[in-house]
């Protein structure tokens, strides 16, 4: 009975490499979150898509690519990885822009 | 933009109260949040509290709201070794059609035994 899921949990790549963190959600919400924690344990928001459309698009890298292919998926897929993407990475989702974000266990990447 | 700010770290004996302390800009959010990181676990919601309210009560959590100050606080009663975590406020901003959260730096709370 999860309410936001993430895969993978933990994921250890190469400089250079492109990778995918994938988010789903059983909560019937419309709209979801990408959100980057740094080493430090600052959050930010990164995108928000309603209803499958892109509402929010913080200053990130166009390397960066939501992609959401229903409402119930928001995916990230991460081209020509750096080191300073090394971070944990969470998907949220709310029923409505306005209202309460529920977050999923994050995925932690760590880029060498 | 929006700003969220919270004292890094706080420590406090098992059974004490603990207070953690946080300050917003945006005064336009109709709720203020309260998220929980364990050790290497994801965020988990604790508590809300609507814009018109001044405090809220939940078990042993007690959210205190200040408008005219834009202070907000979270107060755990009878502390256990098991509250031990980053305590995150978060105030959504922006418009309504947005609303991501601006997260605070989190307060990192130690309960010794």
């Known amino acids: 009975d999860t309410a936001v899921s993430q895969t993978p949990k933990y994921l250890v790549t190469q400089m250079g490499n492109d990778k995918s963190i994938k988010c789903e959600q059983n909560?019937?919400?419309?709209?979801m979150y990408w959100y980057k924690q740094d080493s430090k344990k600052f959050l930010k928001i990164m995108f928000s898509y309603n209803n499958k459309e892109l509402i929010i698009n913080e200053t990130v890298p166009n390397r960066f690519s939501p992609k959401s292919p229903d409402k119930a998926h928001l995916n990230l897929h991460i081209n020509s990885l750096e080191l300073g993407d090394s971070a944990v990475y969470f998907c949220a989702s709310s029923r409505l822009p306005q209202e309460t974000q529920y977050f999923g266990p994050g995925t932690r990447l760590l880029v060498l | 933009g929006e700003d969220v700010e919270q004292s890094l770290f706080l420590s406090v004996r098992e059974g004490d109260s603990s207070v953690i302390n946080c300050t917003y800009t945006?005064?336009?959010?109709?709720?203020l949040y309260w998220y929980k990181q364990e050790p290497g676990a994801g965020l988990q919601l604790l508590t809300y509290i609507f814009s018109n309210m001044d405090m809220k009560q939940d078990q042993r959590l007690t959210v205190l709201l200040n408008k005219k100050d834009k202070h907000l606080s979270l107060r755990i009663a009878d502390t256990q070794t098991g509250d031990s975590a980053i305590y995150f406020c978060?105030?959504?901003?922006?418009?309504?059609?947005?609303?991501?959260?601006?997260f605070g730096s989190g307060t990192r709370l130690q309960v010794q035994p």
């Open positions: 945006d005064s336009s959010s109709t709720y």
């Open positions: 909560l019937g919400h419309d709209t």
């Open positions: 978060a105030d959504p901003d922006g418009d309504t059609g947005r609303r991501a959260l601006t």
